[in-house]
């Protein structure tokens, strides 16, 4: 096998980082859908074009917090994530 750590290289972090990315938008659905029921096409739409990690934490947080779908959808329009309120 391999005698280096490819977590170490540029392409295993940026390997990584995919996963890591992936893996948040998918709990963020996975976590809306649990909450509110199924997951609108325009919500699920703004998170994938998400690639931010700061902006998919904040949502996170946000969508625990929030007592309504609304309320989460709101903090989307204001983030510019999509344009549906």
Wanted: glycine share 12%.
């Amino acid at each position: 096998m391999l005698n280096f750590d490819l977590s170490k290289t540029r392409a295993g972090k940026e390997l990584i980082g995919i996963g890591m990315e992936k893996g948040m938008k998918k709990m963020l659905l996975l976590a809306f859908e649990q909450k509110w029921g199924p997951v609108p096409g325009h919500i699920d739409e703004a998170v994938r074009r998400i690639s931010a990690d700061d902006i998919l934490r904040d949502m996170f947080g946000t969508l625990l917090q929030s007592g309504t779908q609304q309320e989460f959808e709101l903090f989307l329009k204001n983030t510019g994530s999509t344009g549906k309120a």
